[in-house]
């Protein structure tokens, strides 16, 4: 399985500490997403970003921040301002914003 | 609004049964829908995309733009089927970002 890496696998935080999520791509994939999978929610977008250097809040952007410094790499901030922020959390890229989206394995981030 | 609303949080029916996991979305233009699949301990991925008309794995749905539906069907199920199984509209007003239903967890009992 190669593409698209996450990590860590699972992560563990304390209440008012910030944490970065990886997301790494060696699919030359223009866009990536973040998603957020919660049970009996689906997935729902935090950010994407259809190029380098610029990103867009999806539509649960509030308590998280990102960067799109390199092409390949996608990391999300979970801030202390999210106040839930206990999900897995999901990224995908695609060639370009509308084409086929691949996903990678996820990250299960726990607040303590 | 843009929305995928899959009705079912389970579905459980035994080997060789037929199989419809349902999906309905609203969307104002002319809608582009997937079903992604997520098997224990696998990441998310692609099953089928209506545009394509293809059958993957026995699986096949249908656009039917009357009933704004895009069930997922398969004649007889078999136990490697058991998984989540996500309805998705692609949005082109947002990067063309996926909009999800809530997953349909198919169990297929022996």
């Known amino acids: 399985d190669g593409g698209i890496t996450q990590s860590p696998k699972y992560l563990f935080r304390k209440e008012g500490q910030n944490v970065t999520l990886s997301c790494e791509q060696n699919?030359?994939?223009?866009?990536m997403y973040w998603y957020r999978q919660d049970p009996g929610q689906g997935l729902r977008l935090i950010y994407y970003s259809q190029i380098v250097n610029d990103f867009q809040k999806g539509d649960i952007a509030e308590g998280y921040s990102v960067s799109r410094e390199k092409k390949e790499s996608f990391p999300l901030t979970v801030t202390s301002a999210q106040k839930n922020p206990t999900a897995f959390y999901l990224c995908?890229?695609?060639?370009?914003?509308?084409?086929?989206?691949?996903f990678g394995p996820g990250t299960r981030l726990t607040v303590l | 609004a843009q929305r995928v609303t899959q009705p079912e949080k389970l579905l459980s029916v035994f080997k060789g049964a037929p199989v419809e996991l349902k999906c309905n979305y609203s969307?104002?233009?002319?809608?582009?829908l997937f079903w992604y699949v997520q098997y224990s301990r696998q990441r998310l991925q692609l099953l089928l995309r209506h545009i394509s008309r293809e059958s993957i794995k026995g699986f096949t749905a249908d656009l039917n733009k009357g009933e704004t539906s895009f069930h997922l069907k398969k004649p007889f199920a078999q136990e490697e089927d058991s998984a989540m199984y996500y309805c998705?509209?692609?949005?082109?007003?947002?990067?063309?970002?996926?909009?999800f239903g809530q997953g349909t967890e198919l169990s297929v009992k022996p």
């Open positions: 969307y104002s233009g002319s809608p582009e």
């Open positions: 699919l030359n994939h223009d866009a």
């Open positions: 995908a890229s695609s060639e370009r914003g509308y084409n086929e989206q691949f």
């Open positions: 998705a509209l692609k949005n082109y007003n947002q990067g063309g970002k996926l909009i």
